[in-house]
């Protein structure tokens, strides 16, 4: 069992900052992959990114690429989305997730993953 908690969304104007944090606990960190997707209202739930065990190896959704990058501290099981030059398109519940099943390359898809956090809100206004 792995448990996640998100934190650090809020509201911020466009061309800003925000960095997310998801807290882990349960299974040992350093043993699986995690990934941020993040769902706006009336979408289906995306992919932005994953990140492999040891921090590594790295995959982002092309529209976020250069702006955001996905980090983790396996000291504090921590894993981080530190999200710049933010738009309004970039409005959504994020959420991280955890896929136990496997260590070296970070999963795109919604269903590799078996953990979720509840999500934590991010408003970009223009």
């Known amino acids: 069992q792995v448990q996640l908690v998100e934190s650090g969304g809020g509201f911020v104007q466009a061309g800003g900052s925000l960095r997310l944090s998801c807290a882990a606990s349960g299974r040992a960190f350093s043993t699986y992959t995690m990934g941020w997707f993040r769902q706006a209202p009336g979408e289906e739930r995306e992919f932005v990114a994953g990140i492999n065990w040891r921090g590594d190896s790295t995959l982002y959704e092309n529209s976020v690429k250069g702006r955001f990058a996905i980090s983790r501290d396996n000291a504090k099981n921590t894993v981080y989305l530190q999200m710049n030059s933010l738009k309004p398109e970039d409005t959504a519940v994020y959420y991280c997730?955890?896929?136990?099943?496997?260590?070296?390359?970070?999963?795109?898809?919604?269903?590799?993953?078996?953990?979720w956090g509840q999500g934590t809100q991010v408003t970009v206004s223009s």
């Open positions: 997730a955890a896929d136990v099943g496997r260590m070296v390359v970070p999963a795109l898809a919604l269903r590799d993953y078996d953990y």
